[in-house]
């Protein structure tokens, strides 16, 4: 799959495929020969590729076909464009893996209106859209935030970082223009569906990216010192930081390797919840892990990690304050 990198539109590069088979009339014995795929002309070659993206798009945001590519500029050709990648989504999300190193250079300008529409059609509670994402690609801006979050080389590499913003402070301006109380946006319900609704979102953005060949990465550092980073991203009162992900074009001298999941008898409970059926599952589990780590340079396994990562008193890097630091960002929770 090609990653959508130097051009606002992605093209899939030559290749060798293997032509229908055909039947000698001399020998009777089945051939196939090679084909050669050339370069995709992109959508510009494919104008009813690209008028039906353009309507995928207009549906999303509610507008006619005509606005489609002002409402979310680039989005449709990147859509027309994306109906040669081979992969499925399912092949996608199984495939996931976090990448950590990134090829240099900016990304294309129609990757980030592309990775935001995507994030847009994920779900969100009752339609309230209580999130906001902020784009950061200063190098001087992404080093405070690589210093913020735990001193990260990734995050000051990036070509690319989004901070996804749990955001009731929208809401609250609206109240204002209307002179209308919001009291619920003080409560915890509230608080949890904003999180929710931003965590949905940027997953959304994850298989978006990813199925244009691009890599991510979850940065959960964003929450160490939430006033910091609020600070450092001018968010209003009522707006905090969720996660950030990192994205870019993933380094071949630096592959990853998907990391190995609980078994499904550990999280899938049928009708009831059962602790003694999914304790006996990890035991495979746990060598799995142990291998794993070992082949990754490190010692011990998966239960380990969790239980040290639990364990509190500091395991948390600052984050285990949030309740207050979302209260000092105008974000209660009562």
């Known amino acids: 799959?090609?990653?959508?990198?130097?051009?606002?539109?992605?093209?899939r590069p030559t290749e060798t495929a293997s032509a229908?088979?055909?039947?000698?009339?001399?020998?009777?014995?089945?051939?196939?020969?090679?084909?050669?795929?050339?370069?995709?002309?992109?959508?510009?070659?494919?104008?009813?590729?690209?008028?039906?993206?353009?309507?995928q798009v207009a549906a999303?945001?509610?507008?006619?076909?005509?606005?489609?590519?002002?409402?979310?500029?680039?989005?449709?050709?990147?859509l027309a464009a994306a109906a040669d990648l081979p992969r499925s989504v399912l092949e996608v999300q199984l495939a996931h893996r976090s990448v950590r190193r990134f090829l240099p250079g900016p990304l294309a300008p129609s990757v980030l209106p592309t990775l935001v529409a995507a994030a847009?059609?994920?779900?969100?509670?009752?339609?309230?859209?209580?999130?906001?994402?902020?784009?950061?690609?200063?190098?001087?801006?992404?080093?405070?935030?690589?210093?913020?979050?735990?001193?990260?080389?990734?995050?000051?590499?990036?070509?690319?970082?989004?901070?996804?913003?749990?955001?009731?402070?929208?809401?609250?301006?609206?109240?204002?223009?209307?002179?209308?109380?919001?009291?619920?946006?003080?409560y915890l319900e509230t608080t949890m569906t904003a999180f929710l609704d931003a965590a949905l979102a940027a997953q959304n953005a994850v298989?978006?990216?990813?199925?244009?060949?691009?890599?991510?990465?979850?940065l959960g550092g964003v929450r160490d010192d939430p006033e910091a980073l609020a600070a450092e991203l001018k968010l209003p009162r009522g707006a905090a930081?969720?996660?950030?992900?990192?994205?870019?074009?993933?380094?071949?001298?630096?592959?990853?390797?998907?990391?190995?999941?609980?078994?499904?008898?550990?999280?899938?409970?049928?009708e009831t919840y059962d602790m003694a059926r999914q304790l006996r599952s990890l035991g495979a589990y746990e060598r799995r892990m142990t291998a794993f780590y070992r082949d990754q340079g490190f010692t011990g396994g998966w239960i380990g990690?969790?239980?040290?990562?639990?364990?509190?008193?500091?395991?948390?890097?600052?984050?285990e304050r949030l309740r207050s630091a979302l209260a000092a960002l105008g974000m209660p929770s009562w």
């Open 1 to 11: 799959m090609t990653a959508i990198d130097a051009s606002p539109v992605a093209t």
């Open 20 to 55: 229908p088979a055909t039947r000698s009339p001399r020998t009777g014995r089945t051939t196939r020969t090679a084909r050669t795929l050339q370069p995709d002309p992109g959508p510009r070659e494919h104008p009813g590729r690209l008028a039906a993206a353009r309507t």
């Open 207 to 218: 298989v978006a990216a990813e199925s244009l060949g691009l890599g991510t990465v979850y």
């Open 120 to 186: 847009q059609s994920a779900p969100t509670s009752s339609n309230l859209q209580l999130w906001s994402v902020v784009a950061v690609t200063d190098p001087a801006r992404l080093a405070r935030l690589a210093t913020l979050c735990g001193e990260q080389d990734h995050v000051r590499d990036a070509p690319l970082l989004l901070v996804w913003i749990a955001d009731l402070a929208r809401v609250r301006a609206l109240g204002a223009s209307r002179s209308t109380a919001v009291h619920a946006t003080g």
């Open 60 to 78: 999303r945001y509610g507008v006619s076909s005509r606005h489609a590519d002002t409402a979310a500029p680039q989005v449709s050709g990147t």
């Open 241 to 270: 930081p969720v996660v950030g992900l990192v994205v870019g074009r993933p380094d071949p001298a630096c592959p990853g390797r998907v990391k190995p999941r609980l078994p499904q008898a550990v999280v899938l409970h049928h």
């Open 305 to 319: 990690r969790v239980l040290t990562r639990m364990r509190g008193n500091g395991s948390l890097r600052g984050r």
